[in-house]
């Protein structure tokens, strides 16, 4: 059964999409089967994979709009495409409704989680994309997810704001029946700059087992692959980014077995 | 008559707070009266200058509830410290709840605009830092602006995303007595990424007049300032991150002159 990977930070431009696409393929490239669904209603993700969401019937909004039990909707809202090692739900623009919508629906928080039982058993596992903003999609997130990875940009600015995503984590982890587990992996960490090494030694002192080994470095190549609508690995699976994802994509499986 | 530079862009981690903070040093270099203002619910900008929104009895937030009239607010919120060479309005997360707040009040998009009028004419320039969200926030901000200036990441998704920002300000210009006037400075640009290069000029191509000449490259300066809580002249005015930035804060007095 799928493990559901939630990639979250409510702050803007850290990673997470990259990070969702690229780690999913790397895990896909260890002969896994992978789901990666984007939850984010500007669709970075799907825009990334050339799915344009305004041209597309069926996305992620379908299914906090199902009926009960409804297990076409998955039919409808995963593409497959030749070339894509990964299974992907689009996302839209009308996702930023939902806050609204449901906002005097019942358990509207476990929605995900719920639909997400049809297809687990399909996948080894299943990464969601979440938007940098803390609401109904993102508690979504968090409370089917397994493992929330959050992207940290290694300044101080980061380190502050994550109390917001910590602050999330501690309310649901009142009323959940297991609490949400979480581990930080510092992305775009920038070698020459004193403060990102100084910050990254604070986030492990702080946060201990819960920081990845791994590190993805600034790596001018995750911006050329994103304009080609590629990941890395399609663009040179040999750059050190891409090296850096299989690494932590192989963190995660080790951890699976532990 | 202060000018008022709106600092937007929807996507997050796009250098919005540092080029409001750096903008508003390098005009006040230039013997400016400057005032800069945290309308982000996230208080980067006011955690950069160790402003700790938590700790304050008096910030943006109280603009939106004063009584009509209220001169005093002003005098409340704007803080200045030895050392500062901008004054400034810290941000607090309570603004986050004006979204609904606000919800059935009239011209809620006109609050920041009327009350500035209070304060304009003791600045030459009123910087206004905006969350990355689409929102009753960004609206004031936009409605209130003489210019408003929008940091662009150069990469696809950047400029994909930017649409978003574009349509908000088309529809507000259907109902503003002058539109919305709108200038895009590329930011982060990395020069080695051919990527960058490209949508730059795809930039320069279709919005011409409307792109900025001065370009802000990637320096890893910038974060080191953020986490010393300093803007970057403070650090090292010669580093090439500065001069842009002054280079910038010229580009807009000159054209503020024809
Ligand atoms: N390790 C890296 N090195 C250099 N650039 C990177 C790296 N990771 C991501 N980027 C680039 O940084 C930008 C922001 O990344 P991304 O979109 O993944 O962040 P995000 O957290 O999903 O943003 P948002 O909050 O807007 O959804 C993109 O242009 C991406 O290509
Ligand atoms: N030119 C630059 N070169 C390198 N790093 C930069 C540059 N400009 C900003 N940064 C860094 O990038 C990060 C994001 O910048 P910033 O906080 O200004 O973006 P933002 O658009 O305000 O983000 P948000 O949407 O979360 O408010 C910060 O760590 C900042 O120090
Ligand atoms: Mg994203
Ligand atoms: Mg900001």
Same mark, same amino acid.
């Given at each position: ?28 490239? +260890? ?6 669904? %984007? =939850? ?8 990334? /994979? #050339?799915? !344009? ?84 999609? +993102? ?6 997810? %397994? =493992? ?8 101080? /600015? #980061?380190? !502050? ?98």
């Amino acid at each position: 059964e799928a493990r559901i990977l939630a990639v979250a930070n409510q702050k803007g431009g850290v990673g997470k999409t990259t990070t969702a696409l690229t780690l999913g393929a790397a895990l896909a490239r +260890l002969g896994r089967q992978v789901l990666v669904m %984007d =939850l984010d209603p500007h669709g970075n993700a799907s825009v990334h /994979l #050339a799915f !344009y969401p305004e041209n597309l019937d069926y996305t992620a909004y379908d299914l906090f709009h199902a009926e009960e039990g409804d297990s076409g909707v998955w039919e409808r809202i995963v593409k497959r495409r030749e070339g894509m090692c990964f299974d992907f739900v689009p996302g839209h623009i009308r996702l930023s409704e939902l806050e609204v919508d449901l906002k005097d629906r019942r358990n509207k928080g476990l929605i995900l989680s719920e639909s997400l039982a049809q297809v687990r058993g399909r996948y080894d596992y299943v990464l969601v994309d979440c938007p940098p903003h803390v609401g109904v999609l +993102l508690v979504n997130a968090l409370v089917a997810s %397994d =493992l929330v990875i959050i992207p940290i940009q290694t300044d101080f /600015l #980061a380190l !502050y704001g994550i109390r917001l995503l910590f602050d999330t984590i501690r309310l649901l982890n009142k009323v959940l029946p297991r609490p949400v587990r979480f581990k930080a992996l510092a992305t775009m960490f920038d070698k020459r700059a004193s403060a990102c090494r100084r910050i990254l030694r604070l986030m492990r002192d702080k946060l201990g087992e819960r920081v990845f080994d791994t590190v993805i470095n600034l790596d001018t190549r995750f911006r050329e692959a994103c304009a080609q609508g590629r990941v890395i690995f399609e663009l040179d699976p040999e750059t050190r980014g891409a090296l850096e994802y299989t690494q932590l994509a192989r963190e995660i499986e080790e951890h699976e077995n532990t």
